[in-house]
């Protein structure tokens, strides 16, 4: 099965710094990869997503993630934080096994951003 | 115009009850899911259906039951509802293709007391 992996609960960071919140995949072909945000009492917005071709992938609200085949990850990165991005970041992979179709996502990292 | 809406919003009910969330796309997706968030923010899948017809169940109690009159629509429906069912649910559609993102619904956040 696919899955993916969060290794941090959390992230802080200063507000105008970079930012990047980590995600790991573990797939079987190629992997279909995505990126959601969700804001407090709010549901799941599409962030961005790898399907193939360029390895950075530019996505909403100037976000960006870059696929690394050789390490297995599919970090989100912004390289100017905003108090407005603190939110909950999801990493999810598409899973296609078992004749059935759905994202698996990881545990979810809650970013804040402070002045 | 709301790609996915779900009501309601917030249900509020007692051990025992039976009680049904609704769910309505209108981005002519052909699949449709029901997603369970806990209270520390996992999401798990529990059902997923392709042109109204079931294709993952993920092990969820047979209290739950997912019914879908048409692709535009994915209704769940809980019996019995226990403490442990508190949670908020999302429903969510997408295309059918792998590389196709999912749209969520708002979530119904379902209290059971």
């Known amino acids: 099965a696919q899955s993916v992996a969060q290794p941090e609960d959390q992230v802080n960071v200063a507000e105008g710094n970079p930012l990047t919140v980590k995600c790991t995949y573990s797939?079987?072909?190629?992997?279909?990869l995505f990126w959601y945000v969700q804001y407090p009492n709010r549901g799941l917005q599409f962030l961005l997503k790898?399907?193939?071709?360029?390895?950075l992938v530019k996505g909403s609200y100037g976000f960006e993630a870059e696929f690394n085949k050789s390490q297995t990850s599919f970090h989100l990165k912004k390289p100017s934080a905003l108090v407005s991005d603190s939110a909950l970041y999801f990493c999810?992979?598409?899973?296609?096994?078992?004749?059935?179709?759905?994202?698996?996502f990881g545990t979810g990292t809650q970013l804040k951003v402070e002045l | 115009d709301t790609a996915v809406s779900q009501t309601p919003k917030y249900l509020v009910t007692q051990m025992g009850n039976d009680k049904s969330i609704k769910c309505e796309q209108n981005?002519?997706?052909?699949?449709m899911y029901w997603y369970k968030q806990d209270s520390k923010k996992f999401l798990k899948i529990m059902f997923s259906?392709?042109?109204?017809?079931?294709?993952i169940n993920e092990t969820v109690p047979n209290r739950f039951s997912p019914k879908s009159p048409d692709k535009a629509h994915l209704n769940l429906h809980i019996n019995s509802l226990e403490l442990g069912d508190s949670a908020v649910y999302f429903c969510?559609?997408?295309?059918?293709?792998?590389?196709?993102?999912?749209?969520f619904g708002q979530g119904t956040r379902l209290t059971v007391v």
């Open positions: 790898y399907i193939t071709g360029d390895n």
């Open positions: 797939v079987s072909g190629n992997p279909y």
């Open positions: 981005l002519g997706h052909d699949t």
């Open positions: 259906y392709n042109n109204k017809e079931l294709i």
């Open positions: 999810a992979v598409r899973d296609l096994g078992g004749g059935g179709n759905k994202l698996t």
């Open positions: 969510a559609s997408s295309q059918t293709q792998g590389g196709a993102e999912a749209f």
